[in-house]
């Protein structure tokens, strides 16, 4: 069975571009998380969605935003990126309220 | 705000030694605690505690769960170089504005040298 799938790996760009992060939970899976991991920090909540709505949000910028699809993929957008937005993006996923969540590989971004 | 701390942040050992990670956390409306291990990039499950005192074992891992003093250790035994990595633990919120996220601690990074 396939695991939660992250794209892309890697991407580099400029202060002031958008990215868009894309994230393919575990079949059967209904929830999608997204934490950001900052070199030297712990991971920090973003967003949970949950049957294509968004359920909770952490404390970030309103240009860190997302949705989910009808089949339970994801994707997170972050606009006018800032250098301190580099960081590893972890996508997980669990079947709801389980509280056992699955992570991806994460995307690498790097802000110049 | 709900809140994670672990201790050491950092720990070095030989292989053979065992060690304890702890874990402390506040959080309003607790519904279980989680170990992760982070190698490279993903956190991958390790134990899923809800009740006090229920020891949870896998291999030469285990964990327990105190409630009432809040707190929760991981240890490993016979340690392997294949043991290092950074171990994360985590709180589920089970209501409020928490609710369906995981508050992670800061990590131990565990060395192991042969």
């Known amino acids: 069975e396939a695991g939660v799938t992250q794209s892309p790996t890697h991407l580099i760009k400029t202060r002031g571009q958008q990215v868009t992060l894309r994230c393919s939970p575990i079949s059967g899976h209904t929830s999608v998380y997204w934490y950001q991991q900052a070199l030297g920090l712990g991971l920090q909540f973003l967003l949970w969605y949950d049957e294509g709505e968004e359920r909770n949000r952490g404390n970030f910028p309103p240009r860190f935003s997302g949705r989910q699809f009808p089949n339970y993929s994801s994707e997170l957008n972050v606009n006018a990126l800032e250098l301190e937005d580099s960081a590893l993006y972890l996508c997980?996923?669990?079947?709801?309220?389980?509280?056992?969540?699955?992570f991806g590989e994460g995307s690498r971004l790097t802000v110049l | 705000e709900d809140k994670v701390v672990q201790s050491p942040l950092s720990l070095v050992v030989h292989e053979g030694d065992t060690v304890t990670l702890n874990c402390s956390y506040e959080?309003?409306?607790?519904?279980?605690l989680l170990w992760y291990k982070q190698e490279k990039k993903a956190p991958t499950f390790l134990f899923m505690l809800t009740s006090s005192g229920i020891e949870k074992k896998s291999g030469r891992l285990s964990s327990i769960l105190d409630k009432k003093e809040l707190f929760s250790i991981l240890n490993i035994t016979a340690t392997q170089t294949g043991d290092s990595a950074v171990y994360l633990c985590a709180v589920a919120n089970a209501g409020g504005t928490s609710y369906g996220k995981l508050t992670f601690g800061q990590g131990t990074i565990l060395t192991v040298h042969p």
């Open positions: 997980a996923s669990s079947l709801r309220q389980t509280g056992e969540l699955f």
């Open positions: 959080v309003t409306n607790f519904r279980s």
